[in-house]
């Protein structure tokens, strides 16, 4: 049997995935096919919907695992997401104790947690039922975001919450909110992320971070970061684009 997404994730392993937005099946089976870790499906940020990131689950028949980033910590998006089956959730603006405590709630079925209990995807349409609902608390992947000044202040009580499997950090919402939009490599912005990193590796749990390029999140890689998001699918096709167009537009100069 193939190790799970969250027993990688826990063992420390460093995986890489990418954005996806755009609601294509084929984007997500490409993704699949090229070989990323991991594919985080955002329905914050995107036009998706939930039918949305079904199909891009089951457009990955490679196996590759999907996290689905909720709109906000809410137990109908929650409990959609992980009924459609993906491998982990992503949970935004987590703020306080009382936010993170909450969000692993959700994730978890009784008694963990407070999971409402369906038959979907995820438990095979009824098929897998019993072993799906045994596993789940083990199998599913609880990632919380710390993109908030607020959340860094908090985030000794954060930490302490237990079953959260890893602290991703935002930094663009997080430079937002630090009247700085933007500007990552600004110093205070820096300094907060830094502070976040050492208490989590106190805690002994896996930082994740995006990044819109390799270039980006190589300085997070070497400073330990495990669980990376590179770039977003529209990005890709855009900057992919403009490239070949920049190419062939010097091949047709030198010929002119």
């Given at each position: 049997?193939?190790?799970?997404?969250?027993?990688?994730?826990?063992?420390?392993?460093?995986?890489?995935?990418?954005?996806?937005?755009?609601?294509?099946?084929?984007?997500?089976?490409?993704?699949?096919?090229?070989?990323?870790?991991?594919?985080?499906?955002?329905?914050?940020?995107?036009?998706?919907?939930?039918?949305?990131?079904?199909?891009i689950l089951q457009s990955t028949s490679l196996g590759?695992?999907?996290?689905?980033?909720?709109?906000?910590?809410?137990?109908?998006?929650?409990?959609?997401?992980?009924?459609?089956?993906?491998?982990?959730?992503?949970?935004?603006?987590?703020?306080?104790?009382?936010?993170?405590?909450?969000?692993?709630?959700?994730?978890?079925?009784?008694?963990?947690?407070?999971?409402?209990?369906?038959?979907?995807?995820?438990?095979?349409?009824?098929?897998?039922?019993?072993?799906?609902?045994?596993?789940?608390?083990?199998?599913?992947?609880?990632?919380?975001?710390?993109?908030?000044?607020?959340?860094?202040?908090?985030?000794?009580?954060?930490?302490?919450?237990?079953?959260?499997?890893?602290?991703?950090?935002?930094?663009?919402?997080?430079?937002?909110?630090?009247?700085?939009?933007?500007?990552?490599?600004?110093?205070?912005?820096?300094?907060?992320?830094?502070?976040?990193?050492?208490?989590?590796?106190?805690?002994?749990?896996?930082?994740?971070?995006?990044?819109?390029?390799?270039?980006?999140?190589?300085?997070?890689?070497?400073?330990?970061?495990?669980?990376?998001?590179?770039?977003?699918?529209?990005?890709?096709?855009?900057?992919?684009?403009?490239?070949?167009?920049?190419?062939?537009?010097?091949?047709?100069?030198?010929?002119?």
């Amino acid at each position: 049997m193939n190790e799970t997404f969250k027993k990688r994730l826990n063992r420390g392993d460093l995986l890489i995935g990418t954005i996806i937005t755009i609601a294509s099946p084929e984007i997500g089976e490409i993704y699949s096919g090229a070989g990323f870790d991991w594919l985080f499906i955002d329905l914050e940020h995107s036009a998706l919907s939930v039918k949305d990131a079904q199909v891009i689950l089951q457009s990955t028949s490679l196996g590759t695992p999907c996290l689905i980033r909720v709109p906000s910590l809410d137990d109908i998006w929650i409990k959609k997401a992980l009924d459609i089956g993906a491998s982990g959730i992503i949970i935004p603006q987590v703020k306080t104790a009382e936010d993170a405590q909450k969000a692993v709630q959700l994730c978890k079925y009784p008694p963990e947690g407070f999971r409402s209990v369906g038959i979907g995807r995820a438990q095979g349409y009824g098929e897998n039922f019993q072993e799906y609902v045994i596993n789940a608390n083990d199998n599913i992947a609880v990632i919380i975001q710390i993109e908030h000044k607020d959340a860094v202040k908090n985030m000794g009580d954060i930490i302490k919450v237990a079953g959260i499997d890893s602290v991703f950090i935002g930094p663009y919402d997080l430079s937002a909110s630090m009247n700085k939009i933007g500007r990552i490599a600004d110093a205070d912005i820096q300094n907060a992320i830094a502070q976040v990193k050492e208490i989590a590796e106190r805690a002994n749990i896996p930082l994740g971070i995006f990044g819109a390029t390799v270039d980006a999140v190589r300085p997070y890689i070497m400073n330990g970061y495990t669980l990376v998001a590179i770039g977003i699918d529209t990005m890709l096709i855009s900057n992919a684009a403009k490239g070949m167009i920049e190419k062939i537009k010097h091949i047709g100069g030198n010929i002119g």
